[in-house]
């Protein structure tokens, strides 16, 4: 049973144009700390044991203000044995996005014998995601330290595909080095592996890569982005709406910056007939855009966003189904561990399953996965597959589910046998996850299905490190290039790393 502590939550309006950041960092140590049964004084005794000194009301403070404090986030994550670096570059995504309060530069000095001890770990097939946030961080304090751009293109690349091949938090980890890579001298390099593994068709898994782009925003990003928003593969179509809605989240650019992308976002409905997740993409970038733009993009371009089942209420109430439905999620979930309720995580549950705006619930998802409900909640959805106020609600859940999972055996029939390709996607998430290899049927439906199903029963295959049938369909002279390519990919790389 964990000890008694208010629980803190955001209060803003679910619908505004705000997050309370502090708020939602703050949540993430309170919670991390009361599931471990830790009360204040306990934590500040074992931070003292480590050589911290934060004394109860200091924590207090820190957890209800949502400090962006290096020195508790970092020590949380070690007494609680968490992966190193966890729950500061989560901390440091949310504020990054959202544009609250950055952590500080690093002033302290860097020896060599630390920079050599970091890159050989990041250079090695042992570094951990740990690691890489360390080396990250060398790069941004003028530490005296650093590569020469064409070895640090060659880093740059393997961080790319050990985050590719990552799950919850060390993928966020990873996600997070790129960043801050991103925000120091080497943005360039950063740019230039993204757009060279992007014009690649045998790449796979660069989703993280090209949003990370955002957190250096530059002129050029815009009409690169923009014309990916054509581009054949639907994959890269996903990636590049996503990076443009974080740039328009950051509102650093200015509107001149940004009217070229218009007769981009014209030409790419052209072809999105007969492809539902390209078409809700672009539904989407349209719908983020300001007054000033979208009144300059044709009106067949911005339909009518309620094509599906939407919540018709924002409130946090029991007026709202589905609202009714993520609370009762918190909930459950919080009694099974023996915790009181959270608010908070109620809310980050409807965020992540049905807000519209695509930043503000990808970081809902990544939040989830950085909590300590994150495996529980994934349980609790896939054992409740009716509890859904509708289907619409069901996928989304589902995919949050597929995300946070943390490789607890789960049945999978159902999904890896339906006829909706969505649920086949997020059935082949969940199997990349375990150790069960795919039946022959699956994989040859997942073959035969369209480029997103194709591209997650590679990843699948992948992250099992199944190179028999990795190398099976490389050979494959009837499957189209980049199918084969992306085979090679995996074989290339191997399967998911544990850390």
């Given at each position: 049973?964990?000890?008694?502590?208010?629980?803190?939550?955001?209060?803003t309006p679910i619908a505004g144009p705000r997050l309370d950041i502090g708020a939602?960092?703050?949540?993430?140590?309170?919670?991390?700390?009361?599931?471990?049964?830790?009360?204040?004084?306990?934590?500040?005794?074992?931070?003292?044991?480590?050589?911290?000194?934060?004394?109860?009301?200091?924590?207090?403070?820190?957890?209800?203000?949502?400090?962006?404090?290096?020195?508790?986030?970092?020590?949380?994550?070690?007494?609680?044995?968490?992966?190193?670096?966890?729950?500061?570059?989560?901390?440091?995504?949310?504020?990054?996005?959202?544009?609250?309060?950055?952590?500080?530069?690093?002033?302290?000095?860097?020896?060599?014998?630390?920079?050599?001890?970091?890159?050989?770990?990041?250079?090695?097939?042992?570094?951990?995601?740990?690691?890489?946030?360390?080396?990250?961080?060398?790069?941004?304090?003028?530490?005296?330290?650093?590569?020469?751009?064409?070895?640090?293109?060659?880093?740059?690349?393997?961080?790319?595909?050990?985050?590719?091949?990552?799950?919850?938090?060390?993928?966020?980890?990873?996600?997070?080095?790129?960043?801050?890579?991103?925000?120091?001298?080497?943005?360039?390099?950063?740019?230039?592996?993204?757009?060279?593994?992007?014009?690649?068709?045998?790449?796979?898994?660069?989703?993280?890569?090209?949003?990370?782009?955002?957190?250096?925003?530059?002129?050029?990003?815009?009409?690169?982005?923009?014309?990916?928003?054509?581009?054949?593969?639907?994959?890269?179509?996903?990636?590049?709406?996503?990076?443009?809605?974080?740039?328009?989240?950051?509102?650093?650019?200015?509107?001149?910056?940004?009217?070229?992308?218009?007769?981009?976002?014209?030409?790419?409905?052209?072809?999105?007939?007969?492809?539902?997740?390209?078409?809700?993409?672009?539904?989407?970038?349209?719908?983020?855009?300001?007054?000033?733009?979208?009144?300059?993009?044709?009106?067949?371009?911005?339909?009518?966003?309620?094509?599906?089942?939407?919540?018709?209420?924002?409130?946090?109430?029991?007026?709202?189904?589905?609202?009714?439905?993520?609370?009762?999620?918190?909930?459950?979930?919080?009694?099974?561990?023996?915790?009181?309720?959270?608010?908070?995580?109620?809310?980050?549950?409807?965020?992540?399953?049905?807000?519209?705006?695509?930043?503000?619930?990808?970081?809902?998802?990544?939040?989830?996965?950085?909590?300590?409900?994150?495996?529980?909640?994934?349980?609790?959805?896939?054992?409740?597959?009716?509890?859904?106020?509708?289907?619409?609600?069901?996928?989304?859940?589902?995919?949050?589910?597929?995300?946070?999972?943390?490789?607890?055996?789960?049945?999978?029939?159902?999904?890896?046998?339906?006829?909706?390709?969505?649920?086949?996607?997020?059935?082949?998430?969940?199997?990349?996850?375990?150790?069960?290899?795919?039946?022959?049927?699956?994989?040859?439906?997942?073959?035969?299905?369209?480029?997103?199903?194709?591209?997650?029963?590679?990843?699948?295959?992948?992250?099992?490190?199944?190179?028999?049938?990795?190398?099976?369909?490389?050979?494959?002279?009837?499957?189209?290039?980049?199918?084969?390519?992306?085979?090679?990919?995996?074989?290339?790389?191997?399967?998911?790393?544990?850390?």
């Amino acid at each position: 049973m964990s000890r008694s502590s208010q629980p803190v939550d955001d209060r803003t309006p679910i619908a505004g144009p705000r997050l309370d950041i502090g708020a939602r960092i703050g949540w993430l140590l309170r919670t991390h700390r009361t599931v471990a049964g830790l009360s204040l004084r306990e934590m500040s005794a074992a931070l003292r044991d480590r050589g911290v000194a934060l004394s109860p009301a200091s924590l207090s403070r820190i957890e209800n203000e949502g400090q962006l404090s290096a020195t508790a986030l970092d020590g949380y994550a070690t007494v609680l044995g968490l992966p190193a670096g966890s729950l500061r570059s989560q901390a440091e995504a949310l504020s990054e996005t959202f544009r609250h309060t950055l952590f500080p530069t690093p002033t302290e000095p860097v020896t060599l014998a630390q920079f050599s001890r970091t890159y050989q770990a990041v250079s090695s097939d042992v570094g951990t995601a740990g690691d890489w946030l360390e080396f990250a961080r060398m790069h941004l304090g003028g530490s005296g330290f650093g590569l020469p751009g064409r070895l640090m293109e060659r880093e740059i690349e393997r961080l790319a595909f050990e985050t590719a091949r990552s799950l919850t938090g060390p993928r966020l980890s990873r996600r997070m080095a790129v960043t801050l890579l991103r925000r120091g001298p080497y943005a360039g390099v950063v740019a230039d592996v993204a757009r060279r593994l992007v014009a690649d068709p045998s790449s796979q898994g660069h989703w993280d890569l090209m949003d990370t782009l955002s957190s250096s925003p530059t002129p050029d990003l815009i009409p690169w982005a923009g014309d990916l928003l054509s581009d054949p593969s639907t994959y890269n179509v996903l990636g590049a709406t996503f990076l443009l809605q974080t740039l328009l989240l950051k509102g650093v650019l200015t509107l001149e910056d940004w009217f070229p992308m218009v007769p981009r976002l014209a030409r790419a409905w052209e072809p999105v007939e007969g492809d539902p997740a390209r078409r809700a993409a672009l539904r989407e970038l349209c719908h983020a855009l300001p007054p000033q733009l979208r009144e300059r993009v044709p009106e067949v371009c911005c339909p009518d966003p309620a094509y599906a089942p939407a919540p018709r209420r924002w409130s946090r109430d029991r007026r709202n189904p589905h609202y009714v439905y993520a609370e009762s999620l918190a909930t459950d979930t919080c009694a099974r561990l023996g915790h009181a309720e959270e608010p908070l995580l109620a809310r980050l549950l409807f965020e992540s399953f049905f807000d519209p705006r695509g930043v503000r619930r990808a970081n809902a998802q990544m939040l989830l996965v950085a909590s300590p409900f994150s495996a529980h909640v994934a349980g609790l959805i896939l054992e409740r597959p009716d509890a859904a106020p509708d289907r619409t609600s069901w996928l989304e859940a589902l995919r949050l589910a597929a995300f946070c999972h943390a490789g607890d055996p789960v049945p999978l029939d159902r999904l890896l046998g339906s006829a909706d390709p969505v649920e086949v996607t997020h059935g082949l998430t969940l199997a990349s996850r375990l150790d069960r290899p795919l039946d022959p049927e699956v994989v040859a439906r997942g073959l035969a299905g369209d480029e997103l199903v194709v591209r997650r029963t590679l990843y699948c295959l992948g992250m099992q490190g199944d190179d028999r049938r990795l190398e099976e369909i490389e050979n494959d002279p009837t499957r189209a290039g980049w199918v084969r390519g992306g085979a090679r990919w995996w074989r290339d790389r191997g399967g998911r790393l544990p850390r």
